[in-house]
């Protein structure tokens, strides 16, 4: 997939690149997981399950 990247944005993904020792394909992938991680990733902490019962039925032929 292509990207359309500023210069700016270009030029930080190299210096960060660099730093690294990783090829800058690299660098913008790992950017781009980190991202749609902090988006869509539920927090780990946030996994309260609530029981809940269902509805008596009086009546009607579910209860023959």
């Known amino acids: 997939m292509d990207l359309m990247l500023t210069r700016e944005q270009r030029e930080r993904f190299r ?27 539920l927090p780990q902490k946030a996994g309260l399950v609530v029981p809940f019962k269902s ?7 579910a209860d023959e």
């Open 15 to 41: 210096k960060y690149a660099e730093q690294h020792g990783i090829p800058i394909e690299e660098a913008v992938q790992q950017a781009a997981v980190a991202e749609l991680r902090s988006r869509y990733r």
């Open 55 to 61: 509805l008596k039925r009086t009546g009607g032929k």
